[in-house]
């Protein structure tokens, strides 16, 4: 169902208390779907057939450049590849894909421009321009990088109108506080934050690094090298605290981008009002667009390609401060000719033992693994090797980024079998980071689904796993033991504990190897399989080592080693104590990705050892 801000709805559901209550008071199950009571407002529906207008115009495009200019525009990501949002994510490019102060920049120079053509003294540009805010935010939607942008535009346009000297820092801090106390939601949005520190970067560091570099460069080239690189520094602690990954490349690709950032704006937004009163000439119109929209997707394409375009590095609060200390000592060191010296030489040390401990090391992965268990947060991602630079995917975590980046470092370019166990986000919200640069046969889905899985692997082939099946991919087989029965299709209101056990249960044999991959089961479905489980070396625990465990079950599998994919500090309190207390009365080692990364077994000349990457 699509629907329109301002239209009003009626549905059914319950109130649950939140887990993290925060400024929530309640949280609302809804059951089946919305009744729509009514149409949008007018001004909603005029902005409603501006966006589709431009998708109209936009539609003879390419597909990439379809689905990129009305992101760019309005912040309408509806026809956006998700794989190619998550090579703008890799390159530091994903803020052309979020309407921000840079769109609205754009907007209000073009209209001020428009009215010192007219003939509209000084006095009475700002309220056109001030209106065309208005439009613009109704248009794009009153995201936080919108709401910021739009009440700083207005402090400064009310600053031009009264004939006050414009103070970019000031008028940010007015807008920060506006806004906070209009929506104290906004204090805890990572999304405002980051649009924050990037606009606060604009004003404190570019101006003094354009002015250094405008002495040994152009000055187009000094003022966009110091625009992006502003920007990528002001916001970069907020973002490792967010990913645990730095971004190499972003800067670079920033540059790059940049030419054409404002052509495709323009352009796209001229496209988007002609459309409503000819489509034929605002298609005349985003054909150029298109062209700098090209050359944007190119460069992040390029840009996310590259070899170590994103470095690990330690997330959240620990993160942020390292990477702030990290900074701190380098603005040191490039000051002080003595202390650069000393940190070349003791760099050059680093760079030299870590050579040597390269070679005399195997390294990451190890050689002869069997399966990974992937460090993808609060989620699932498993890959099972079945050749070279091959292997079977089991589940994709909740977000692409960290399964990419973990079948990367596997080296793994073909997945001839994806199976994705259950349609929970944090299972199948990464697929398509496991799709991202490598070919995928087929994908094996729960019987018991109502679709979800659909979405993210269109254009691929997938059948439903029924008990008995088995699958053959080199020496390895898959055996499916569950679901038992294929039962309904997930209910719209289930708690979760239905899905859970109607994850698909399988085993994974080759000589010297075996593990059994329980999904996320629970205590109903783990006791209607129990007698099922065979021995195994190898057990990934059921729903992250929660508390819901069948100690039968568990204790069926008679292996060595119990592999739990888990997220640190995650709310839930996964895995419980008493469920690892229990694998350990069982003699089985417990391994988790919260606390050694992604973790591999591999098979040795004594049996199975296991390799955690920490």
């Known amino acids: ?81 998700a794989d190619l949002a998550e090579d703008f994510k890799r390159a530091g490019l994903t803020h052309l894909l979020v309407v921000s102060g840079a769109n609205l920049a754009i907007v209000i120079g073009a209209v001020l421009a428009l009215c010192r053509v007219a003939g509209l003294r000084r006095r009475r540009a700002p309220p056109v321009a001030a209106l065309a805010v208005v439009a613009f935010v109704v248009v794009a939607r009153p995201e936080p990088s919108v709401l910021r942008a739009a009440v700083m535009g207005m402090i400064g346009l009310l600053a031009l109108l009264t004939g006050r000297e414009r103070h970019g820092v000031p008028a940010l801090a007015a807008a920060v506080l506006l806004l906070v106390l209009a929506d104290p939601t906004l204090a805890r949005s990572y999304g405002f934050a980051l649009s924050v520190l990037a606009t606060a970067g604009l004003l404190v560091l570019a101006p003094r690094w354009r002015g250094r570099l405008a002495r040994r460069l152009p000055g187009p080239v000094a003022d966009a090298l110091a625009v992006a690189a502003a920007a990528e520094v002001a916001v970069a602690p907020v973002l490792v605290m967010l990913s645990g990954e730095v971004g190499v490349v972003s800067v670079f690709a920033n540059l790059l981008a940049a030419p054409a950032v404002a052509p495709a704006t323009l352009l796209g937004a001229l496209g988007a009002v002609t459309a409503l009163v000819s489509l034929p000439f605002a298609r005349v119109l985003v054909w150029p667009a298109g062209f700098a929209v090209g050359w944007i997707v190119w460069v992040a394409r390029q840009a996310a390609a590259l070899p170590y375009a994103t470095i690990p590095w330690a997330s959240g609060g620990l993160g942020a401060m390292t990477l702030v200390a990290a900074a701190a000592i380098a603005f040191l060191i490039l000051r002080s000719p003595r202390v650069r010296l000393v940190a070349v030489s003791a760099m050059a040390g680093v760079l030299i033992a870590v050579i040597a401990l390269r070679v005399a090391s195997p390294g990451w992965p190890p050689p002869a693994w069997q399966m990974v268990a992937c460090d993808v947060g609060q989620g699932d991602a498993l890959a099972l090797a079945t050749g070279p630079r091959q292997a079977i995917v089991v589940d994709a975590g909740p977000e692409p980024r960290s399964v990419d980046s973990c079948l990367t470092r596997l080296g793994v370019r073909d997945v001839p079998l994806l199976v994705l166990t259950h349609p929970h986000a944090d299972h199948i919200n990464g697929t398509a980071g496991v799709r991202h640069g490598r070919t995928v046969g087929e994908v094996l889905t729960t019987p018991r689904t109502a679709g979800r899985e659909a979405r993210l692997t269109a254009g691929l082939h997938a059948r439903a796993a029924l008990p008995g099946q088995r699958w053959t991919v080199g020496d390895l087989t898959l055996s499916i033991l569950g679901p038992l029965t294929t039962g309904p299709a997930f209910a719209p209101d289930d708690d979760g504990t239905t899905i859970n056990n109607g994850s698909i249960v399988l085993v994974a044999r080759r000589p010297g190897f075996s593990a059994l991959l329980a999904g996320d089961v629970e205590t109903e479905a783990q006791r209607s399989l129990e007698a099922s489980v065979p021995s195994v070396q190898v057990l990934k625990v059921p729903h992250h080592g929660s508390r819901s465990q069948d100690a039968r079950f568990l204790a069926a599998a008679h292996a060595s080693v119990a592999l739990i994919s888990v997220g640190a500090d995650n709310d839930y309190g996964h895995p419980s104590s008493t469920t690892v207390d229990l694998l350990r009365r069982l003699h089985t080692q417990v391994h988790r990705t919260d606390q050694e990364g992604d973790i591999a077994v591999t098979r040795t000349a004594t049996g199975l050892a296991v390799v955690p990457r920490r």
């Open 1 to 81: 169902m699509r629907l329109v801000p301002s239209q009003r709805v009626r549905f059914e559901g319950g109130f649950r208390t939140p887990r993290r209550a925060e400024l929530l008071a309640a949280v609302v199950i809804v059951r089946g779907p919305p009744t729509v009571l009514g149409p949008p407002s007018a001004v909603q529906r005029a902005a409603e057939h501006l966006r589709a207008g431009l998708r109209a115009a936009v539609a003879h495009l390419p597909p990439d450049r379809r689905g990129v200019l009305p992101a760019m525009v309005v912040g309408d990501t509806s026809r956006l590849d």
